[in-house]
């Protein structure tokens, strides 16, 4: 028994078959909408894959993707430290503390340098460096020295993404994501105390270090774990989008995969919260819903071991995947054009004898295939113009 | 020898908390608790619609999920005198009630356990001896001997993979850890089983409020409507969802974390002589029955003790100028009228300006600002709150299930009364309430049943919706019972924006730097109070005393109006 034990070799140490593993695959196949031929592949190799290493940091954050983490059903989180990958940082979790705590990332470092993962959540404050520490380094020093020796850096949540709520107006700490930070400051010799990055960072550039984005407020449980299953099963990127969000996930907005569009499509909109149409199920549209322009995974693989979905449970869906949703106006305000227009076009649409895909959807398929494709905010604006 | 220990990051705690003890010998002199991330989000806060406020406080924190959320949507009902529907306030106490049940096992077995228990002694335990072991405590089914050698088996072939993960670099072998290989393997297995079950019971949010963490919440009510004809509302079938969630989580706390806390305090009863700190407790009182307006109704009482006196309870008024004030002497922030000044979060104001040692440092200088946190006082007095404050409360208001779980938990550890002020009686304590609240689930739950039956099913009042229907000005204030304390907002809205935004949240309470007059903060003063370090490089003796209170940093670092100007003077109820 070593280091070198495989993850198939550990799978099946702690007794699960074949069969049961083959089935995790599969399961893993279909989280990562991959095609049953795929299985096989993953299959083998996971298992010639000893765990990897993962470090996880927590800077300006709350620690709601921690949770979400935890909430995993598929894989879940306990299969995934025990049997999958090596956890060997994260605060929330591990047992050590001080100068032990900071051991264990440095062994991780020294072990793994040039093969962990780096997995960030929170953003980074660059007004002052007091403004965020961890053992008494700043979060810039630690994220520079650390992504220094990453294969990959995967930031969870949209705070380590795009910024998130530290970075919305007036940004009083002036808080950056972890692309930003890395482009901005990776020229920068970290001040550390660091002997392995003082070992290893001759030639190491920060700036072009793979970057996967896996925003929200947090990320749906299974996304967070679905990602890193991607990577440690084919040991690449998966697609991304311009925002650097996995395509699998955030390929598709809210709106289009909700299971309240048809009644968007008929202009059947709930007015107010609790009247007939929020009893009813209707579009929540007029009462602010962000579904239309934000990209993710929500009303299709839905929370909490699909449970439900913030529409689902009757709020209009706040954009938490999207940069800077925090700035986009309030939460309950109708996105783009007034609810009227909408309502009249519907309307309209419907009397012009359109079959489906009315409003939003049909009227200017086009443009919004295109807007799609370039990850571009879409407002109703756009698209009537269009329409 | 005067030595300074330094335990920076503290782990297996909600954000970013520093611990610096001055020692003498190998006890603990002088103890300092230092929040070290400020994010600045009541800033953020000034200028928007109060409505959208919720979502912004709720990421204060991620692992009390929806507190946040819960007090603003308060502070802004209150400020504009909004009441709502008696299921939503139902729906509300169930979601917090939820919140309880799910943070005190979590925080029990994952962030706290690894204090009391040794994984790797785990792996001398005799399978079949740990299911005697378990099955004397308690009748969870899964006890078996072939369990137990199975977790075992799980255990030994993740230590000897060579790959510790979490665990690795943890102080195993303490001469600290007490409990015998049984009890620590089914303490173990216990953590394992605790990660699965929480998913489920996290899903109560998910059927109320959409997801978890950060569910949904609405001012006026809640968003989810009630319609037993609909597949798209709160109906029979999620009705029944709700019911087998209550009933998954007061198993789990019945059968396995009130029987586990019990068995592993046994073995620790020197923790019930250390670890006091303040001996003043403070509760805001929460979960009513009829309103946030009829503190009557509420089942956790609101109030102050002072100095362990249960018989003598104070009367705590949120709105008075000169009772829950503001200090930053210590703090990494200035005030207009000095250092030493003390403000009521009405009247909050802060400037950030970062004046520790420049980065990276070894010390902190505890002579200045050392902290991100302030430290919030009552009538000039330290407190302390949380499930200690709160059990205390209840027990001294006379609750009679509260007296009945503390009489039999002393009863069960052989323990004097004075137990219960300590690191121990912390602990403890998070678990009685963490049963008493589960009850409450299942009374909440028929109340609701019994209004849909009775033909109410309203759930949000629109009344006061829309922003024109307020007053130009107004103010209010949010509070509850969050997990880790008493949680409490204030705003000051104008023009229909917030003007001011002030939240003095548990952790503050707790996790505060000394203020002006040197008084310490709960963690400073509980530290301070009979620890000594069997191995400075190893402080475990830190950790336990720490967690007993369930840090949560992100909550207690908050900033507020940076212009500090005046403001308005509104009634308040």
Partial sequence: MSKDQTIGEALRARGVSRRGFLKFCAATASMMALPPSMVPVIAAALEKASRPSVIWMSFQECTGCTESLTRSHSPTVEGLIFDTISLDYHHTLQAASGAAAEAAREAAMEENWGKYILVVDGSIPVGDPGYSTIAGISNMDMLLETAAGAAAIVSVGSCAAFGGIPHADPNPTGALSVRDLLQQYGDRKPDTHSAVYTAHSTDVDVKNKPIINVPGCPPIPVVITGVLAHFLTFGTIPELDELGRPMAYYGKSIHDRCYRRPYYDKGLFAETFDDEGAKKGWCLYKLGCKGPTTYNACATTKWNEGTSFPIEAGHPCLGCSEPDFWDGGGFYKAISTSTEDISRTAVYAIGAGAAAGVALGALNRAKKTRAVKAHQKVGIDDLEKDG | MSERVVVDPITRIEGHLRIEAQMEGNRIAQAYSAGTMVRGI?????????????????????????????ASI???????????????QLIRNLMNGAQYVHDHVMHFYHLHALDWVDVVSALNADPAATSTLAQSLSSYPKSSPGYFADMKKKLKDFVEAGQLGIFAQGYWGHPAYKLPPEANLMAVSHYLEALTWQRDVAKLHAIFGGKNPHPNFLVGGVACPIDLNSDSAINAKRLAQVQEIINKMNTFVEQVYIPDLLAIAGFYKDWGARGEGLGNFLTYGDFPEKGMDDP??????????????????????????????????????????????????????????????????????????????????????????????????????????????????LNKLDVPVEALFSTLGRTAARGLETKVIGDMMQTWFNNLVANIKAGDTKTFNEKLWEPETWPAQAKGVGFMEAPRGGLAHWIVIEDQKIKNYQAVVPSTWNAGPRDQSGQPGAYEAALQDNHTLHDPQQPIEILRTIHSFDPCIACAVHVTDPNGEELIQVKVR
């Avoid at chain 2, 308060?74 to 939503?88: D, F, H, K």
């Avoid at chain 2, 207009?336 to 909050?348: A, I, V």
């Avoid at chain 2, 970062?354 to 002579?367: A, H, K």
Wanted: glycine share 8%; aromatic share 8%; net charge negative.
């Fill in chain 2, 296 to 409: 009557a109704s509420f089942l956790i009482p609101g109030g102050a003790i002072l100095n362990r006196d249960l018989s003598t309870i104070h009367e705590v008024d949120m709105n008075a100028a000169e009772e829950i004030q503001e200090q930053v002497a210590h703090s990494y922030y200035d005030y207009s009228n000095g250092k030493d000044g003390s403000l009521h979060p009405y009247d909050g104001e802060t400037n950030l300006n970062y004046s520790g040692p420049t980065p990276p440092y070894d010390q902190l200088d505890v002579d200045q600002s050392y902290s991100w946190l302030k430290s919030p006082r009552w009538k000039g007095h330290a407190m302390e709150v949380g499930p200690l404050a709160r059990v205390l409360m209840l027990y001294a208001n006379g609750h009679d299930q509260t007296k009945e779980l503390v009489h039999m938990t």
């Fill in chain 2, 74 to 88: 308060r502070s802004v009902e209150n400020a504009l005198n909004y009441t709502i529907p008696p299921n939503a």
């Fill in chain 2, 42 to 70: 009541e800033i953020i806060l000034q200028g928007r619609d109060p409505r959208d406020a919720w979502a912004f406080a709720q990421r204060i924190c991620g692992v009390c999920t929806l507190v946040h959320g819960l």
